[in-house]
């Protein structure tokens, strides 16, 4: 393409409105426009990123066995009424009437069209497995959309329905979209990783998402720093210590400590680390009253986690302070395991210790030299806090440090939720009626060209891995209007880089170069090949990738342009 | 692709509310599945159609110069308010309200928000022309959807929108796309004509509708049986003779035609034929009072140009009856030019008649031998009429006949009605500020896919044009189970055939042949292949291609097949 014919909208000015990178760099390369809050138009530049993300998406979809499809995006109400959700969709869902007053959404997810579709034309076991998938725009209506294209209302996304006779083979075509996934997102060139978005009551594998690594995340990740672990932060489980408890080797010794509170203060004062003291958190009970929590000094409670117990009221809920003083007798800040008045429940490594210092449930004191069995009873020890960095990976590979990533995926076993709910049914090898275990499978495709650019940009704009760049390599003449020698030399190139089907852009807009290589930079060209005088008295193109500090000096020839762009 | 991992969901059974045949064969061939009243989805083998449709149109846009983008399909109010349209679209935009109450609306098509693009990047004469192109879902909320894709509410199309500098720049673009659609229809295989959709006030090459020849078709065409004219019937021109009216040879004489009314019984009690029979319309004046219109016996009136008269009423009205008896002094059945009490025009052809029969402005009388300048005043001659089957083309190449049409695509010179009411403007070469021309260009995706079923289908299915089917060519292997040279020679043929880029599709399923070649005529393969020991104990394959009447015995290679497939 030549920029003669593809107009640029370059500006060198950071938009006002724009938070994040990725959102000022969209907007500054000419990647796309603001239509109104969480409505944007892709300019050409950005929609060629867009299909390429496309082309690879559909290419592993097809690969791994997914028919594509596509369904409406405005829904009749009854099907949403049927599963149930046009009440539990909040305000997210944009509802409207047509012109005879009937209720329709714009679709913010399929499962419920799908499923209608399923019922027409699938009555037998012969015809399962099956697994479609649509490319296709849906709407959310974000409170506050936000972003640019990260988090806007109207968007592009890669979703699919899959559709078993068990839960076997649905946790078989679960690893299947896992695997194509990740092939999608290596294609893709970007640092990834699979993340566990639920830990809990319907089993680890059910559920995980795929991020993009990048510093500004909105979500925290625990990963293991040589290991394949990765959970949401809230989700990473904790394992026990694998080593037994020491022996108690202090006596219990009850300590004056006026004023001091907080577990930081109380280590300072009595000169012991917060990884020996014992602090008690006093929630709500499941059935009234309340329940004391133990931590040790320095873990943060995991909220999810401890609602879980049921013993505890969930969702979480603080105990009220003059409860608690009431109860315990004393300030929120003197509590401890010894003497207890309320059931207590600690997590694995507050249980782990011996010769702790906790609260003496006495103010302005606390208990040094305490062994739980010996001082107090041996509480119930569980994974009840949020995994820190430096913790061993829970699946034994290495320890643990936080990274932020960009949701760009999401794998999900959704078992019989939906089938059940719509009437799904197919006969089995028997006769019988059996409800399909369902999964689903989504790709954010214009929150992943974002997400893209967060992960990888430097000062002078955006910096594309080869498959997604709107294009691999831009030729920039110098003095094209002057000399023969440097138009003959591009349009050779240009013709024969096109001839092997390289997506390549010539800036023949006749600028000088400071503003070809600033435009090339800010939009995200890969590689950039310069054609002047000077290196062609020496038979050389200067060579430079996006990344690279300085350019390099090759042949001046096609082949040796294609070496360096390997392809 | 095999049908064992591509489910069909074939029926043989007509749907009940399904009125036209694409709708019948697209849902019993299971290309497409209604989710609601004019809402559909298109299942994995409909989706393939359409993506062919969609390839070559991008192909062709791309290759006409036209830069494809992307924009929302939810549009601020805002943008329509500025345009006037928020005010003069009737029901069919699809409006609501987001979360916030703002209003918005579903887009049924884009010239406001493409203006609003334009003028945010664009500010030279020097950025244009230039041309933008979407292939995108729209939303018209039609009153009564009908005839499944044809006109549903949801549907694709690709849109395209131009701008310039001038009108000559405009004229030149609007050819440059009339060639690059003529292209495309051309391409997909479909027979079809250009056809002058408005003769009228701004110009006849202003715009013109690309229509699918078709039986079933909504709009009635008039064609040249030997030329390219064509036009929507109402927008036909009619021309003037080219001879000269013959010389007066009859006295005028006043016959009694008792109870004789209309032209027909004129002129069979007085035997002349309709030809020779001037009558008279009278309808409201602009500025009240009667005009009469003269139109030979066989003629109908085209209201729409008879409106266009300055001294007509627009639209058009028939005078009331009474009005007409109090003006004429006799019934309708008996007006005519002599003595015509109110202003008068002529069609060409009732002006160009000499010796004619006419009422004589006296109840149950007409009169004969009648002659313009002679008998009553020379009227004013214009096009006042229908175009008629057998009628001289207007182009002068050959004779008029009628054609039934489905309008696929559409090329406008819009001028600059959008681009004055949404205030763009770019500085010309002398630095004067300049209201760009605009043109717009769009092709019904959706709606193309079921016309070609209108134009190309018979009693056992659907039969696509090569370059839309959803495969190419259909496997259909006997007895596969039972013969281990039938699936050697079939899976051979499949692979190879594959691995030349052949879009192929194998029977695998194990279907008796009557359901096999059933479910191919009925999807519409263009090719099938069938491979049985009986044939290759010859070393032969049966072909046949979906409109031939009967199969043929070919050479059992991948060779000879794709000899066949003219691939």
């Known amino acids: 393409m030549r920029l003669s014919k593809f107009p640029l909208h370059t500006t060198k000015e950071t938009p006002a409105d724009a ?94 069209v799908i499923c209608h579709h399923f019922r027409q034309d699938f009555r037998s076991y012969k015809q399962l497995p099956v697994s479609f998938y649509q490319v296709q725009t849906k709407f959310r209506d974000e409170r506050r959309p936000r972003f640019g294209v990260m988090r806007s209302r109207e968007f592009i996304m890669k979703d699919a329905y899959s559709f078993h006779m068990d839960k076997d083979d649905l946790a078989r075509e679960y690893l299947n979209m896992r695997e194509a996934y990740t092939r999608i997102f290596t ?59 020491a022996a108690a080797t202090a006596a219990m010794e009850k300590v004056s400590t006026p004023g001091q509170k907080t577990c930081e203060q109380v280590s300072k004062f009595l000169d012991v680390p917060l990884t020996g003291k014992v602090k008690l958190l006093v929630v709500q009970g499941a059935e009234g009253g309340l329940v004391a929590i133990a931590l040790r000094g320095d873990h943060q409670l995991n909220e999810i986690k401890a609602a879980r117990h049921p013993a505890v009221a969930s969702p979480l809920r603080l105990a009220d302070p003059a409860d608690v003083q009431r109860v315990f007798g004393c300030e929120v800040g003197y509590l401890g395991p010894v003497g207890c008045p309320v059931p207590l429940i600690a997590d694995h490594a507050a249980a782990a210790l011996a010769d702790f210092v906790c609260g003496a449930n006495d103010n302005d004191h606390h208990l040094r030299g305490v062994n739980w069995g010996r001082d107090c009873a041996e509480p119930e020890s569980l994974d009840l806090r949020m995994i820190a960095e430096g913790d061993p990976s829970p699946d034994g590979q290495g320890a643990i440090r936080f990274v932020r990533g960009i949701e760009g995926g999401h794998i999900f076993q959704l078992g019989r939720k939906y089938s059940t709910a719509m009437g799904l049914s197919v ?16 790709i954010g495709i214009t929150r992943l060209a974002a997400a893209v650019i967060e992960q990888s940009f430097d000062a002078a704009g955006i910096i594309w891995p080869d498959a997604i760049a709107p294009f691999r390599v831009i030729l920039c003449p110098i003095g094209l209007d002057k000399s023969e020698t440097v138009r003959v030399a591009v349009e050779t190139l240009y013709g024969e880089l096109l001839g092997t089907g390289v997506d390549v852009l010539l800036d023949d807009r006749g600028n000088r170069p400071g503003a070809m290589f600033a435009d090339a930079d800010l939009i995200g060209i890969p590689h950039r090949i310069v054609v002047g005088d000077k290196g062609l008295a020496g038979q050389q193109f200067e060579y430079k990738h996006r990344r690279a500090d300085k350019a390099e000096m090759i042949a001046a020839t096609t082949a040796a342009v294609l070496e360096k762009l390997g392809a």
């Open 19 to 112: 938070e994040v990178v990725s959102h000022q760099l969209m907007l500054r390369a000419g990647y796309i426009r603001k239509l109104g809050a969480g409505l944007y138009s892709w300019l050409p530049l950005g929609l060629r990123v867009l299909q390429r993300i496309e082309a690879v998406v559909r290419e592993e979809m097809n690969r791994a066995g997914s028919l594509e499809l596509l369904m409406p995006s405005v829904h009749p109400a009854e099907l949403w009424q049927e599963s149930g959700r046009w009440q539990q969709m909040g305000e997210e869902m944009l509802r409207f009437k047509d012109r005879h007053q009937n209720d329709f959404a714009y679709g913010p997810t399929h499962e419920e």
């Open 427 to 442: 006969l089995d090898d028997k006769g019988a009626s059996v409800t399909p275990e369902m999964g689903c499978y989504g």
């Open 187 to 245: 294609r893709l060139g970007v640092d990834f990783r699979v993340v566990k978005a639920d830990s809990g009551n319907i089993g680890g594998a059910a559920s995980e998402e795929f991020h993009v690594l990048a510093g500004s995340g909105e979500d925290l990740l625990a990963v293991s720093d040589s290991g394949p672990y990765a959970a949401n932060v809230e989700a990473a489980e904790t394992l026990p210590s694998e080593q037994p408890r």
